[in-house]
């Protein structure tokens, strides 16, 4: 590769977009770190030593990109720039200061927003770093810029998701304006007797065009699972949840599991999980994790996976 392109693309890494995504569109004031997982209550009750451990992606010149486990301290953990303080505050004050309760349609609407909020940030940082390079890459002379590539083809398809994304997060920001949240539904799944091993917060698509927020989050007796959607995805997405649960809660957690390690970049683990993972199965989530980054197709030969682990008298075990 190009050695200035790649001293760019190592910076460009460290791009960030930092704009208030609130629902009005109408704030000027600077973008601070918002959790998109609790941090008092998910958070805190993960960590170990202010640390949870998530996958990142990993750049080298030789060996290309990987990702790795890494422990990040619990002030960054699945953080954004996408909201001020202060609306981040007005927003989300009734389930980051009080415990989630999914009997009550604004905590799971709150859920679910966050998780579309997110998304919106990160397809917009991934648009503005994929059209920096694919300039950088015509400015040095890799390919040219008036006509037609590859790496612009990429850079127009990563704006456009993005903009869909946009229109997504309007759906949302009507419910939350109108007072109104019916449009949004929700598919609530407790999983009983679960050491506390995990947590998501992510907004994906399937397979197609429609779109599910996924929160999972460890509650005092097991955790919980909760799959978001706008009413006109319904028909796209009740096939895809209608098996949801069955009477085997072990196949209920892989495909949990298979779900987010495939479509989900923002989860996090509790360190005490990770360690009674083997280097094997480490290995697996993280290959699985980036092989399905941008496609979201796993391979036939996918190996099971499971990111929970049962409760038991003496603490948490896992299956090997």
Do not use: W
């Not at 918002?34 to 998910?42: C, G, I, K, M, R």
């Not at 859920?111 to 917009?124: G, Q």
């Amino acid at each position: 590769m190009n050695k200035e392109l790649l001293n760019y693309v190592f910076r460009l890494q460290q791009c960030r977009v930092i704009r208030c995504l609130e629902p009005h569109e109408q704030c000027a004031a600077d973008a601070i770190r918002s959790h998109s997982v609790q941090n008092a209550s998910v958070l805190a009750t993960l960590q170990e030593n202010g640390h949870v451990i998530a996958p990142q992606l990993k750049i080298d010149s030789k060996k290309g990109t990987s990702l790795v486990f890494k422990r990040v301290g619990r002030s960054r953990a699945t953080t954004f720039t996408g909201l001020c303080a202060e609306h981040d505050y007005r927003i989300f004050k009734p389930i980051e200061h009080n415990e989630v309760d999914t009997q009550n349609p604004l905590h799971l609407f709150l859920l679910a927003y966050r998780a579309v909020l997110r998304e919106l940030h990160a397809t917009m940082e991934a648009a503005v770093k994929t059209r920096l390079a694919y300039r950088k890459k015509g400015d040095v002379g890799l390919i040219p810029l008036d006509v037609p590539t590859t790496e612009g083809m990429e850079s127009l398809s990563t704006m456009m998701s993005s903009y869909d994304t946009y229109e997504h997060k309007l759906l949302y920001d009507r419910a939350l304006l109108t007072d109104d949240l019916s449009a949004i539904k929700h598919r609530v799944l407790f999983l009983p007797g679960l050491a506390p091993t995990v947590a998501v917060n992510s907004l994906f698509q399937p397979a197609g065009e429609e779109r599910i927020a996924l929160n999972v989050f460890p509650t005092q007796d097991g955790a919980t699972a909760v799959f978001s959607y706008h009413e006109s995805d319904a028909r796209h997405v009740a096939p895809f949840l209608d098996d949801l649960p069955t009477t085997n809660q072990e196949a209920d957690l892989e495909r949990i599991s298979q779900l987010i390690v495939e479509n989900c970049e923002n989860f996090v683990l509790a360190p005490a999980f990770v360690r009674q993972l083997t280097d094997e199965q480490q290995r697996q989530i993280l290959d699985l994790s980036l092989e399905t980054l941008y496609t979201r197709k796993a391979p036939p030969d996918a190996p099971t996976i499971n990111l929970f682990q049962k409760q038991t008298k003496t603490g948490p075990t896992t299956k090997p």
